[in-house]
């Protein structure tokens, strides 16, 4: 063996729900399971033994949307969230001290403010940021990555002024009464600014890149769904996953979902299960809406705060069809941004339209995020055989603000209904989107299983799920969503030796309290990525 974990409580999320004692790894895959003398028979001298100490030990965690690259290079920029930032005034205040550190003409760039989160409650304008500097141009994300706010030096350079028009699938923000653009940039608007941002170099991406890894490892995560594979912000990311693997230090596993632009440019020259067991193509990643939190997703009915705004679809139904088609005929499993109840009509029939046209029993399209969820769209997933990837996140960071300004006290029942899901026999995944929530499996977890939200209430409690449920969501139906479970999601014998060693068992926690567990260790393929000072490895 080349490590055995002895003394734990080996959960292996198997169909059976067998529990082992300890478990071992060789040449990169699970080799053995049983008691602690069946394990330790194959110690060799070399072999990495880890004593649990009576410690959970779980399959690996499988993060099935985030954006692991986006996050890394999230931590060179400002940090322009709240918290810390309590109003408009801390972020100007945090952008000058890095625009003073900056030669003039550079950019100085931020990421994650929310407005609703904002004391202003409004986003940044132009105006706010030329008070930082109009010699720099400056860049601030939202949150959500579905907007962002430039001062009037990076507008001039992005050539948008009063007569530019908006771009399909996006807006121009405006001050009131005036065509004069406020800064904001909307949706696809967005672009205009994120092609001419200045590149990050090599070293810097590459610095960003192990900073986000160390963390997600720390998380307990040995597998990753890169939920938009691209190039935009100054990053290649595709090339990014391809030097890391190289270069060797790439220490968890990646399923690229290629953005559709990166897809038809490279003339769909990379298939669906292109790579290996590091780096492989899942499918493609289509967007059909924007944000809740953001007021772009497109939903049925008005937002609750805004009589007048429905959020509007990226594509088109036509549009939308002809490019699941496509990818359809060309074997990719496809996975749909879709947020608002809207975005879900047009996303399922999209799918069905392709599903007729071509039937395919397995395809495993899915939907991600899935937010204003209605009963009948549970029931036309589960005709079609769609996953829905809930971010149920949401539930404690926006649901008290989902129930009162953006959805209202009605449709914020069909907010992420993971339990209605899995009554009707679906297998649902669960996600953080990262880095629009932090990365942590086990928080996900717990947002499924408890629904609190950052007030201490319980958002729809029937939409619960029970424990194990929730860890399924993130390990056996995730592998499941990328067509994995066949080497990975469970602690099965033949299977890749990906797990993480917990130092609290959430089977014996109260389900509001998982998100707190820390992680003691995380293995991929058998080689201990992550560990913390208090675990006994020999």
């Known amino acids: 063996m080349d490590l055995i974990v002895i003394n734990g409580r080996v959960e292996t999320m198997d169909s059976a729900g067998s529990v082992f004692e300890a478990v071992g790894v060789k040449d990169g895959k699970l080799a053995a399971l049983g008691t602690n003398s069946d394990v330790l028979a194959g110690r060799a001298p070399g072999t990495t033994v880890i004593d649990a100490a009576g410690r959970a030990v779980l399959p690996g965690f499988i993060e099935p949307h985030n954006h692991m690259v986006g996050f890394g290079t999230s931590l060179l920029e400002v940090d322009v969230k709240t918290p810390p930032n309590r109003n408009i005034g801390d972020i100007v205040e945090r952008l000058r001290e890095r625009a003073a550190a900056t030669p003039l003409g550079d950019w100085v760039r931020g990421r994650g403010y929310d407005d609703t989160g904002l004391e202003d409650m409004r986003h940044p304008n132009r105006n706010d940021l030329d008070d930082v500097s109009t010699e720099h141009p400056i860049m601030i994300v939202h949150n959500s990555g579905h907007m962002l706010a430039a001062n009037s030096r990076a507008l001039e350079m992005a050539n948008i002024h009063a007569e530019t028009p908006d771009p399909p699938g996006g807006r121009i923000g405006r001050f009131p ?34 900073m986000a890894q160390d963390e997600y490892l720390r998380q307990g995560v040995t597998t990753i769904h890169d939920a938009g594979v691209g190039r935009g912000r100054g990053v290649d990311i595709l090339k990014t996953y391809q030097q890391a693997r190289r270069e060797g230090f790439l220490k968890f596993r990646v399923n ?52 007048s705004e429905k959020g509007w679809l990226i594509y088109e139904q036509e549009e939308l069809n002809e490019m699941v088609m496509t990818l359809h005929e060309r074997g990719y499993q496809i996975a749909t941004h879709a947020n608002g109840d809207a ?11 392709a599903l007729r046209a071509i039937p395919k029993a397995d395809h495993r399209f899915r939907i991600e995020h899935c937010q204003v969820c209605h009963p009948e769209h549970i029931d036309k997933m589960r005709e079609l055989g769609v996953i829905p990837d809930f971010f149920a996140n949401h539930v404690y960071f926006w649901g008290d603000r989902h129930r009162d300004r953006f959805l209202g006290p009605d449709r914020v029942r069909n907010l992420d209904p993971v339990g209605s899901a899995v009554q009707a026999g679906i297998k649902p995944l669960l996600h953080s989107d990262c880095p629009v929530t932090p990365v942590s499996p086990l928080f996900c977890i717990q947002s499924a299983a408890a629904r609190v939200t950052s007030s201490g209430e319980v958002l729809n409690d029937p939409e619960r799920i029970s424990v194990r449920q929730a860890i399924e969501t993130m390990t056996v139906n995730s592998a499941r969503g990328s067509f994995e479970e066949n080497v990975k999601g469970s602690l099965e014998l033949g299977k890749l030796g990906d797990l993480v060693v917990l130092n609290q068992d959430p089977f014996a926690e109260a389900p509001k309290d998982i998100g707190q567990i820390e992680v003691a260790a995380t293995v991929v393929g058998g080689q201990v990525m992550y560990n913390d000072d208090e675990l006994s490895i020999g």
């Open 177 to 210: 009464g005036s065509p004069q653009p406020d800064g904001m940039l909307y949706e696809t608007a967005q672009s205009a600014v994120q092609e001419i941002v200045r590149t990050y170099d090599e070293q810097e991406i590459r610095k960003g890149f192990i």
């Open 256 to 307: 690229m979902f290629i953005q559709w632009a990166l897809l038809k440019e490279l003339d769909f020259a990379l298939q669906s299960g292109f790579g290996d067991e590091w780096v492989r193509v899942a499918g493609c990643k289509l967007v059909s809406d924007g944000s809740i939190q953001g007021i772009t997703a497109a939903l049925r009915e008005p937002y609750f705060c805004d009589d």
């Open 343 to 353: 975005a879900i009509d047009s996303t399922l029939i999209a799918y069905e339209n």
